[in-house]
């Protein structure tokens, strides 16, 4: 399945997403990019050389959450770390991908566990 999002504009929601009271101030070919956001309506029209939260539209927030797994993790270059992502929050922002991939493979395994728990309980 092909994305809507780039790269690129993933780990710039990932980023307004996971933040919400920062501002993205945009910076060479992150105004093109959010330039195509405006033209696909994933941001409000009125986001120029920044963009926060409340540009971000609810077709924009279900495009980033439903393109990922529940569980996930997103580059953030503007403070070297990786955002991860479970159930529609950011839940940790470790360091490296190393630890993000641990962290996401920890939470898939705990969520199967707690429906095989389920399962045994009904």
């Not at 996971?18 to 941001?43: D, M, P």
């Not at 540009?55 to 927030?61: C, D, E, K, S, V």
């Not at 990786?82 to 922002?93: N, Y």
Request: proline share 4%; glycine share 4%; net charge negative.
């Amino acid at each position: 399945m092909t994305k809507t999002l780039t790269p690129m504009q993933e780990r710039m929601l990932g980023r307004v997403i996971a933040f919400h009271a920062q501002t993205l101030y945009l910076r060479e070919g992150q105004v093109n990019s959010v330039r195509n956001l405006i033209k696909k309506g994933i941001v409000d029209e009125h986001c120029y050389l920044s963009i926060h939260y409340g540009q971000i539209t609810p077709l924009g927030r279900d495009t980033f959450f439903g393109e990922n797994d529940p569980v996930f993790a997103v580059e953030d270059p503007y403070d070297h770390c990786w955002l991860v992502f479970e159930d529609r929050e950011m839940i940790a922002a470790p360091r490296s991908q190393e630890s993000a991939d641990r962290i996401v493979k920890a939470l898939m395994h705990l969520r199967q566990e707690e429906r095989q728990a389920q399962k045994i309980a009904a």
